[in-house]
């Protein structure tokens, strides 16, 4: 089950913003709530105070009410601009700069950790099956499958290594 929190009209830039939510994307509230709480950013304790909000929503909307903060995961978090505030300062010789005061939405929707485990395929036994049907094998691995993907990377970068580089040529006087 998922619960979401919504925060708008923040006072501060999207993009400023985006920088704190990057950090906490894909963990769980506890760990999310120890890395914004040490963050020196501004954003940080508003996005806080939407985390708890959030987790809080879910813990009224389930059925059981208790729900560990490390079982609880943030599945999306995102920033979109707000409307901004446009001012003007006063400038030299009777002119005027426009400062453009930005604001933004916050957007936090949480879930259970259950539900998670259930919504998403396992991604290494997709790789085992993708395998076996492509080279008939006896006994394939899923170390093997991993030995293979290192190999094809380490082939891409010496590839990438052998490749000469285009200079340009300089005229010395």
Do not use: C
């Amino acid at each position: 089950m998922e619960a979401r929190a919504i925060k708008r009209f923040l006072r501060g830039s999207p993009r400023k913003m985006r920088l704190v939510v990057d950090l906490i994307r894909n963990k769980n509230v506890e760990e999310a709530q120890g890395i914004l709480r040490f963050s020196k950013k501004h954003s940080a304790e508003i996005i806080e105070q939407t985390v708890v909000s959030a987790y809080s929503n879910l813990v009224n909307k389930l059925d059981s009410g208790k729900v560990g903060k490390s079982e609880v995961f943030i599945k999306e978090a995102f920033v979109d601009g707000g409307p901004v505030l446009k001012r003007m300062l006063p400038a030299p010789q009777g002119r005027a700069f426009r400062i453009r005061k930005r604001t933004s939405h916050l957007t936090i929707i949480v879930e259970n950790e259950e539900e998670i485990i259930k919504t998403t395929p396992n991604v290494k036994e997709d790789k085992v099956e993708k395998v076996k049907a492509e080279k008939p094998r006896k006994n394939v691995d899923v170390e093997e499958v991993k030995a293979e993907e290192v190999s094809t990377e380490v082939k891409e970068v010496k590839k990438k290594a052998t490749k000469p580089r285009k200079t340009k040529k300089t005229t010395e006087e």
